[in-house]
């Protein structure tokens, strides 16, 4: 089992910037690839960012491209997700996921989510 827990949502106006933080723990917990994904109300719950471990691999959604970055600290076993340039479409809840890249993410493991809403 792996548990994941979410921190760093909140609000924000448009334009502005929020770091997200996923800490990772339980057996075996650095062998997987993480990710971020997000469900805004009324939607689908849609990738963001994925960050493999050993190929440091980055992948993103067309929608936050150059706008969002993954980035991982190996030693904490914690992903973050800063996001910048933030738009009001940006709201939604945000899950962290550990998984595996086969094609496409495939997610093993779900954190709790962590609230962002961007004001326009």
């Known amino acids: 089992q792996v548990q994941l827990v979410e921190s760093g949502g909140g609000l924000v106006q448009a334009g502005g910037s929020l770091r997200l933080s996923c800490v990772a723990s339980g057996r075996a917990a650095s062998n997987y690839a993480m990710a971020w994904f997000r469900q805004a109300p009324g939607k689908e719950r849609e990738f963001v960012a994925h960050y493999s471990w050993g190929a440091v691999a980055t992948a993103y959604s067309d929608s936050v491209k150059d706008r969002f970055t993954i980035s991982r600290d190996n030693g904490k076993n914690t992903v973050f997700l800063q996001m910048n340039s933030l738009k009001p479409e940006d709201t939604a809840v945000y899950y962290c996921?550990?998984?595996?890249?086969?094609?496409?993410?495939?997610?093993?493991?779900w954190g709790q989510g962590t609230q962002v809403t961007v004001s326009s």
């Open positions: 996921a550990a998984g595996r890249i086969k094609g496409q993410y495939v997610a093993d493991y």
